[in-house]
């Protein structure tokens, strides 16, 4: 093995072999400014979802309208037409608002949970350096 790939690795006894990082660019961060941004994602707020359970509802209440168009003879034919109308809004509205449930979620991938636990695990990784640095 040349004397460069062994600077960039070693073996362990289980027969792992270590990596050593890349080199790269990287930017300095005062804690403070790291503090901030940690204060800014804690404070961000996402709405929970409700066009899920709107729609769910809407789609429910169209199913008693369905019942009732095939269970009954109506006696007056506008009954009949206010009841299928009635039927339609509630379908076609459950739907869109489920599409849009679906929509805003697929927008929200990134959680400001996530980036915190990734940011912790940064920090976690300097403080065991630090700790090392003081035994």
Known sequence: MSENQSQNKFEISQ????MSHQKGKAYPISISEWEFIKKKLEKI???VND???IGFLLLGASVPCLITLIATEFTDVRYKYLVIALF???LICGSLSLYFSKEKHETE???PT???NHMKLIESRFES???KANA
């Open 109 to 111: 991938i990134a959680k």
């Open 88 to 90: 339609f809004i509630f």
């Open 51 to 53: 066009f899920n359970k």
């Open 15 to 18: 027969q792992y072999e270590l």
């Open 114 to 116: 996530e980036i915190l």
């Open 45 to 47: 707020n996402i709405k």
């Open 129 to 131: 350096d630090d700790k």
